[in-house]
């Protein structure tokens, strides 16, 4: 599987962005999906994560009721909604495709995208 991350950029505090991962491969529906961070500085983190069929997402606490993960297995692509932006949200977005679930332990992902960068300025 091949992972494509995209729509970061740059957003005021309180905006919103949707950061989109398309994969390649036909057995994407079979993968549980994840997306991580990485601020300047510190160590990759998780973000949330979504059962291969939708049915269940996972968030860390930092981001629950501001962050909202999907999927379109039609589409190869799982997506990342994020709204009411903080400065401490800034960083390196990552999508991931686990085999063993939606864990939220990145030893758990088998394959990794290339990160998009999200900015929030206060």
Known sequence: VQLQASGGGLVQAGGSLRLSCAASGRTF????????????????????SITWSGSSTYYADSVKGRFTISRDNAKNTVY???????????????????????????????????????????
Request: glycine share 10%.
């Open 29 to 48: 529906s079979s993968y549980a999906m994840g997306w991580f961070r990485q601020a300047p500085g510190k160590e990759r983190e998780f973000v949330a």
């Open 80 to 122: 990342l909604q994020m709204n009411s932006l903080k400065p401490e949200d800034t960083a390196v977005y990552y999508c991931a495709a686990s085999p063993r679930g939606a864990t939220p332990f990145q030893y758990g992902y088998n394959y990794w995208g290339q990160g998009t960068l999200v900015t929030v300025s206060s």
